[in-house]
Every structure is written in C-alpha cells, then in structure tokens.
C-alpha cells in the first residue's frame, strides 16, 4: 500500500485521504470484499492522526466505497460506489407508475444490451445465462417468488455485453423489476417464461436483432400489462 504525500489544495485533509484510498481500490491494490489495514497503520502510512483516517473512512462509507462490518474491520464493497436506492425510488408513492416509468427507461436500454450480449458473449456467458433463465422458470413452476432469480437473469446478460458501464447501470435499473412484479401480481408468468427463453435463444445463436427484438417484446409485454392495471385501478371508485 502507498500513500501519497498529501498536498496543500483546498480539500479538506480527509477528504485528500479518502481520495487516495478511493484511487488505490479503483487501482486494484485493494479487492472487493478485502479488508483494509486499520487505522492506526492507515493513519502511519500517510502521517495523519487517527481521527483524520475515520473521517476519511466515513466519506468512503457513504460513498459505498467500504464498508464497516462490527468487530471485523472495514472492507472494501462488494458493489463500490453503488447505493441501494441512488435515486431516490423507495421515496416514490405511486409505486404502479414508478414500475410504468422505470419499464420505458428499461426499454431504451436493454434491447441494446441484449444485442450487444448476443456479438459478444463467449459460451460460459451463454451458459450462464441458460443458467439464470432456467433458475426462474424453476421458481415460476413451484409457484415461488422469482424476483431474485429474474434480476440475476438479466444481470447475467448484462455482464455478457462486456460493456464495463452496464453492469454498474443495470442495478439502479432493476429497481424495476421488483416494482414491476408487484404491481402486476406476478401474473406475467408464462409470458416471462416464453420471452426469456426467445432472448436467451438469441444470445446464444449470436443473432443480436433476434436478442434485442426479443428483449423489445418482453419490455413491451409488461408495459402493455402495466398500463392496463394502471388504467383498471384509476377507473375503481
């Protein structure tokens, strides 16, 4: 671990430090899930006093660049930099809406996805992905909650876009997902099962049109299902 000689500018001194801690995990010199040395190695390292590293810490904390597990140390995040909820959803009210509205921002985004997964994806990637596809139709059979295995399906392909920004996108878009699937009941079921299998089909035929055209249907199924619950709802008196 190196530390640089901190610098007169107008940062705050902790936030030079946290900076630099920030620069040596984007760097590598620090894993995700690694634990970082503690304070007092922190603090010789760089020549700071003990309370400068923890404030350093805490911005690193809210940043979701480390995180602080009780009697263990601090560790670097297993997803840096990103939040559960960066932009504010959970506060949203109208949650039927907010699934109608993430599902458009959905639609612009992962029919591309698809079809960049569907250039690039080698075979473990396709294999994963039959993988993830299967998982939900398992828990669509046995009548469970499939959300986990439904984000993880299109997480999957995100990663097979080998696009280094989408996989830190996807996330905060799948916010949708949940919001999605409680707003339609989970009644997409068979739908579900039938388009993820086109999308998957696609990928693994390297046909990036079929994939995004798959992708395009199964966006515009449950954006169709969406606004006629939407629509339901507003006409119930």
Do not use: W
């Not at 190196?2 to 500018?9: A, C, M, P, R």
């Not at 949650?95 to 921002?105: F, G, I, N, P, Y």
């Not at 999605?180 to 990928?203: F, V």
């Amino acid at each position: 671990m190196k530390l640089e000689t901190i610098q007169n500018n107008e940062k705050p001194l902790a936030e030079q430090i946290a900076d630099q801690i920030a620069n040596l995990i984007a760097e590598n010199t620090f894993q995700k899930g690694e634990r970082l040395p503690n304070e007092f190695q922190l603090a010789r390292a760089v020549g700071v006093g003990r309370g400068t590293i923890r404030e350093a810490i805490k911005i690193l904390v809210s940043r979701n660049i480390v995180e602080i597990r009780r009697g263990l140390g601090t560790f670097v995040s297993e997803k840096t930099g990103l939040t559960d909820d960066p932009l504010g959803l959970n506060f949203v009210e109208d949650k039927s809406r907010l699934a109608l509205d993430l599902m458009e921002v959905r639609t612009m985004i992962e029919p591309d996805i698809a079809a960049l997964a569907a250039m690039r994806a080698s075979k473990e990637d396709v294999k994963k992905i039959r993988q993830s596809c299967l998982a939900v139709e398992e828990k669509i059979r046995q009548n469970q909650d499939f959300v986990t295995e439904d984000i993880a399906f299109h997480e999957t392909i995100a990663r097979s876009s080998k696009n280094q920004v989408v996989p830190n996108v996807i996330p905060v878009i799948h916010s949708a997902i949940r919001e999605q699937i409680k707003a339609t009941n989970a009644n997409l079921t068979e739908k579900t099962i039938a388009t993820h299998r086109a999308i998957t089909t696609a990928i693994a035929e390297k046909n990036p049109h079929a994939a995004k055209e798959a992708m395009l249907e199964h966006m515009r199924y449950n954006q169709e299902h969406i606004e006629k619950l939407i629509k339901a709802r507003s006409n119930t008196p």
